[in-house]
């Protein structure tokens, strides 16, 4: 059973950067593709980010030209930078690995992190 464990969230004030990490056991990683989704109370699960083993990139509209998608093979991780964090940005954040055709929808991914919060304040 493959088993996802995120890191790296926590409090950072608007404008300010953070980076979390996800790190994958259990299971062929380099064959899967990988995403980031988040989760803001009251609302539904969103796609972030997601890679292909290959490297192919997809970003939501919301973060795109601020987050950074990037994956490690040898070391089974998957990281997402984020940079000029918005209070909207305020989520908790979920890694997830799939082996569909669609990076950007939930439903592809069949393994999920616990999530880690991620807080920004104005």
């Known amino acids: 059973q493959v088993q996802l464990v995120e890191s790296g969230g926590g409090l950072v004030q608007a404008g300010g950067s953070l980076s979390v990490s996800c790190a994958a056991s259990?299971?062929?990683?380099?064959?899967?593709?990988m995403g980031w989704f988040r989760q803001a109370p009251g609302q539904e699960r969103e796609f972030v980010a997601g890679?292909?083993?290959?490297?192919?990139?997809d970003y939501a509209g919301a973060v795109k030209g601020r987050f950074a998608i990037s994956r490690d093979n040898t070391k089974n991780t998957v990281y997402l930078r984020m940079n000029s964090l918005k209070p909207e940005d305020t989520a908790v954040y979920y890694c997830?690995?799939?082996?569909?055709?669609?990076?950007?929808?939930?439903?592809?991914?069949?393994?999920w992190g616990q999530g880690t919060q991620v807080t920004v304040t104005s």
């Open positions: 890679i292909s083993w290959v490297g192919y990139i």
């Open positions: 259990g299971g062929p990683f380099s064959s899967y593709y």
């Open positions: 997830a690995a799939g082996g569909g055709q669609r990076l950007n929808v939930a439903a592809e991914y069949g393994y």
